[in-house]
């Protein structure tokens, strides 16, 4: 047997349920010659036929009636999947999955998906983290990836959800120790957690008088982790230099303190990256635009500590 083309079935079935060549046409759009064409074509792949024309429409032959019941079955169980897929598709339940750098995720997209998975029970996240490097590397499958520096250059959609920056940071033994710094010369001095990734040194750059400068310090730990940055600074026993996302929660408890807080990073923006898509998925618009308009209340309440209240 030829191989059977799906689009002559469906004018067949077409065909069949409206009753005549004519109404088909009118019914679907399609023009009348391409429906009969793809009867005939249908008819000498099967090697049968499968309706009988006439002036008054087109009746099914024995042929045609076996091969109506079973056809017919196959686009209604079509219809039914499109269906499902279309309920599937425009509901907020369901798994969305999210890609971000460790200490973004578990500072802000920890709090968003939390704050979602409270408003939308059906809701369901696959979370993962990742380097920088690997984020932007285009091998990940993700709904949408939280990203912090330049726009990623890819073929997918860009939001800005904020900015972040970053400062010396120290807990109030370290400074009980060591004495509160006045200059940025005092930091020289101090043992200090340097923080590099893959192999490269963080710069510990801040802004003074418009200028970029850099702090300077004593390398006691070096780490490629900011949790790790961040639990030698609460312990007192190191500066840190850390982003502002990362340290709220320890600020406000008082485990943490600003060190020389007139001096801060430049501004640096976070993005959520997802595919551009004509279909929209809502749960997708759902966290990005959670993301984006309550982005400064997640960077100031990310809902977890190193210090318990």
């Known amino acids: 047997m030829e191989k059977v083309e799906l689009k002559d079935i469906s004018a067949f079935v077409q065909i069949t349920r ?29 090697g049968v036929e499968l309706l009988v024309r006439s002036a008054r429409g ?9 091969y109506l019941e079973n056809t017919n079955r196959i686009f209604d169980s079509c219809e039914v999947a499109a269906s499902a897929a279309k309920r599937a598709h425009s509901s907020i339940d369901g798994k969305v999955r999210i890609a971000a750098s460790a200490e973004f995720g578990t500072s802000i997209l920890g709090a968003a998906t939390l704050y979602l ?10 979370i993962r983290m990742y380097s920088s490097e690997a984020l932007v590397s285009g091998q990940l499958e993700f709904d949408c990836m939280i990203y912090i520096g330049s726009a990623p250059d890819s073929d997918h959609m860009c939001r800005k959800m904020g900015t972040v920056s970053y400062g010396l940071y120290a807990s109030p033994q370290f400074i009980q120790t060591y004495g509160e710094p006045k200059t940025l010369a005092d930091t020289a001095k101090l043992p200090g957690v340097e923080y590099r990734k893959h192999g490269v040194l ?6 003074a008088d418009k200028q970029e400068v850099q702090a300077n310090y004593m390398t006691r730990f070096s780490v490629h982790d900011y949790w790790m940055a961040k639990f030698f600074c609460v312990s007192g026993v190191a500066l840190a230099y850390l982003p502002d996302f990362f340290i709220h929660y320890e600020v406000d408890l008082g485990a943490l303190v600003p060190v020389l807080p007139e001096m801060r990073s430049e501004e640096i923006a976070a993005w959520i990256v997802y595919p551009k898509s004509r279909n929209k998925n809502p749960r997708v618009t759902l966290v990005v635009d959670t993301l984006c308009e309550k982005f400064d209340e997640f960077v100031l309440h990310p809902g977890y500590s190193l210090i318990p209240k």
């Open 18 to 46: 409206s009753g005549s060549l004519t109404r088909a046409a009118k019914e679907t759009g399609t023009p009348k010659a391409t429906l009969s064409h793809g009867i005939r074509r249908l008819e000498d792949a099967l």
């Open 202 to 207: 963080e710069n510990w750059s801040l802004r």
């Open 58 to 66: 087109v009746t099914l032959t024995e042929a045609g009636r076996a």
């Open 117 to 126: 998975a409270r408003e939308h029970e059906g809701l369901e996240f696959e």
